[in-house]
């Protein structure tokens, strides 16, 4: 006789693959939310390293600041110190100028001509004094256009006057003080 299954086997059929759909379904849900975590521990430590490299960049910021604020004070001071030195060395250039000057006044002065006062206000020279005649005057006038070290004389006041018999020019003229060493060097 023929053998005949009369049990439902397509339900079990149908019940052995559901429950394989169902275990495949939940193993791939498994790997996706294992997959999901992998994701989210490697991007939290992405973040934790940026973070970390972060701080260090804003900590080496902050260092190369102090040393920039420190680098600002110091170029200050050295300009400082360049134009204390630049002042040093122009009363250094034009120190023996005085000795020049006087030198120059006397070695100008035409005989017959005695100066009464002398004064200097920056590089203007007052002179006034007293003369024989006017072409003495004008003889020291033309002295000083010659000399290195005095220039530019102005008459501003001449008068005569007779003492005791001898007739006196008195005189008041301003020059300039110049000093050839510095003026060939701007040249």
Do not use: C
């Given at each position: 006789m023929a053998k005949i299954n009369l049990l439902p086997w397509r339900e079990t059929q149908r019940k052995e693959k559901q429950q394989e759909f169902l275990v495949m379904l939940a193993g791939g849900a498994a790997i996706a939310v294992l997959a999901v975590i992998l994701v989210h521990f490697q991007v939290?430590?992405?973040?934790?390293?940026?973070?970390?490299?972060?701080?260090?960049?804003?900590?080496?910021?902050?260092?190369?600041?102090d040393r920039i604020k420190e680098i600002k004070k110091l170029d200050a001071t050295r300009r400082a110190l360049i134009e204390r030195m630049e002042v040093i060395q122009n009363l250094q250039a034009t120190r023996?100028?005085?000795?020049?000057?006087?030198?120059e006044i006397?070695?100008?002065?035409p005989e017959g001509l005695h100066l009464s006062s002398l004064s200097q206000s920056g590089n203007k020279i007052q002179i006034t004094g007293k003369a024989e005649s006017n072409?003495?005057?004008s003889t020291y006038m033309r002295n000083i256009e010659k000399s290195d070290w005095i220039?530019?004389?102005k008459l501003s006041v001449i008068s005569t006057s007779e003492n005791d018999g001898?007739?006196?020019?008195?005189?008041?003229?301003?020059?300039?003080?110049t000093n050839p060493s510095i003026d060939e060097d701007e040249g």
């Amino acid at each position: 006789m023929a053998k005949i299954n009369l049990l439902p086997w397509r339900e079990t059929q149908r019940k052995e693959k559901q429950q394989e759909f169902l275990v495949m379904l939940a193993g791939g849900a498994a790997i996706a939310v294992l997959a999901v975590i992998l994701v989210h521990f490697q991007v939290h430590n992405m973040i934790k390293g940026q973070e970390r490299r972060n701080t260090y960049l804003t900590n080496e910021i902050k260092i190369l600041d102090d040393r920039i604020k420190e680098i600002k004070k110091l170029d200050a001071t050295r300009r400082a110190l360049i134009e204390r030195m630049e002042v040093i060395q122009n009363l250094q250039a034009t120190r023996p100028g005085v000795v020049h000057l006087f030198d120059e006044i006397e070695s100008t002065l035409p005989e017959g001509l005695h100066l009464s006062s002398l004064s200097q206000s920056g590089n203007k020279i007052q002179i006034t004094g007293k003369a024989e005649s006017n072409a003495r005057v004008s003889t020291y006038m033309r002295n000083i256009e010659k000399s290195d070290w005095i220039a530019n004389p102005k008459l501003s006041v001449i008068s005569t006057s007779e003492n005791d018999g001898q007739r006196l020019s008195e005189f008041s003229l301003s020059a300039d003080q110049t000093n050839p060493s510095i003026d060939e060097d701007e040249g």
